[in-house]
């Protein structure tokens, strides 16, 4: 399964989780100027703007001092939003039986793009029901991306 840089995520849970927040997980886009670091943050009350602020504030200092990351780069603290990203096979086992998008590092079958129910995961393979009721299992290592789909 995608992750990003360890370090950089060890680094960002050092600093979100004694403020009180889930760390959901650390996306790292581009490179160079365009380089972004998304920090995912939640708490059981929801986030505010306020929230994403201090987090912000505290992991850009930290950031700082550490210096994981080579180059200058954009950092982005939000909420998981309702299209959730799952960084993790606990999230996806956690939010078991809603709907979810997956994306491959490489086709499987001719394709990267599986939408499904999340039926849970078993021995490193996410378990994922497909609208035909075919159940499809996808191996952790090679999601590139995983996302709830919002249900209204």
Avoid at 52 to 80: F, K, N
Avoid at 127 to 145: F, G, H, K, T, V
Wanted: glycine share 8%; proline share 5%; net charge negative.
């Amino acid at each position: 399964m995608y992750q990003a840089n360890p370090k950089l995520t060890a680094l960002a849970g050092a600093v979100v989780e004694p403020l009180g927040f889930e760390l959901v997980g650390v996306e790292q886009c581009g490179t160079g100027r365009s380089s972004v670091v998304r920090v995912y943050i939640d708490h059981e009350e929801g986030i505010t703007v306020d929230d994403c602020a201090l987090v912000s504030h505290q992991l850009s200092g930290q950031l700082d001092v550490e210096d994981p990351i080579p180059g200058e780069y954009a950092l982005e603290v939000s909420s998981p939003g309702l299209d959730r990203p799952l960084f993790t096979a606990e999230q996806m086992q956690r939010f078991q039986g809603q709907r979810a998008r997956v994306r491959l590092a490489e086709k499987r079958n001719g394709r990267r793009n599986f939408e499904g129910v999340l039926a849970g995961v078993i021995n490193d393979a996410l378990q994922l029901r497909l609208d035909n009721d075919e159940m499809e299992s996808l191996s952790l290592a090679l999601i590139e991306s995983a996302r709830l789909v919002p249900q209204f």
